[in-house]
């Protein structure tokens, strides 16, 4: 099987690569079967220009989003963490997905998905993780689990690359399990 994941986040420091890292160690090391690797990708490798309409008519679809697309296609299975800015997707990962959606409007091509948040408060971006599960159906998502982890920084050792909060470790562990092949 194999899973791509990243974070909707271009930030080096970005809570929601850590949380991307530690789901992909999970899998990678045996969660949901021995033959899992996992593909992280990092959406800053996918800059393009903001989606209009006119520039699309002018140049085209950029080849940047033709690969993220691509990307997508060769998965079994999705896993997305979702930073939130300001209640919303991050600019960035819009972008991205607007223009992706030019290639085919069900961006995520049916496949199975884990959606994630996070955020160092109290909410723990559930705001964000509730805009991406109830749009994901018509965007082309088969949702297995969405997972709001709040208070990241007390929840979650750096250090050690792990959650430190056993319900909420359970709780992240079983969101990942349900990509296992049924």
Do not use: C
Not at 7 to 23: D, E
Not at 75 to 88: M, P, Q, R, T, V
Not at 142 to 150: E, F, H, K
């Amino acid at each position: 099987m194999r899973i791509v994941a990243f974070a909707a986040s271009t930030s080096s420091r970005s809570i929601n690569k850590q949380l991307i890292r530690y789901a992909s160690l999970l899998l990678a090391g045996g969660l949901i079967g021995d033959d899992v690797t996992v593909e992280v990708l990092d959406i800053g490798d996918y800059e393009m220009p903001i989606y209009s309409i006119d520039r699309q008519d002018a140049d085209g679809i950029p080849e940047s989003a033709h690969r993220f697309h691509g990307r997508i296609a060769e998965a079994d299975a999705l896993i997305i963490s979702f930073a939130e800015h300001n209640g919303y997707y991050t600019a960035a990962y819009k972008n991205l997905y607007d223009w992706a959606s030019r290639i085919d409007r069900k961006v995520y091509q049916e496949k199975p998905i884990v959606m994630l948040a996070t955020s160092p408060g109290g909410r723990g971006a559930a705001g964000v993780l509730e805009r991406a599960m109830e749009a994901a159906e018509r965007q082309g998502a088969d949702v297995r689990a969405g997972l709001s982890v709040p208070d990241f920084n007390d929840n979650f050792d750096v250090d050690e690359g792990r959650l430190v909060n056993d319900d909420i470790d359970r709780a992240f562990r079983q969101a990942l399990s349900t990509l296992a092949r049924n």
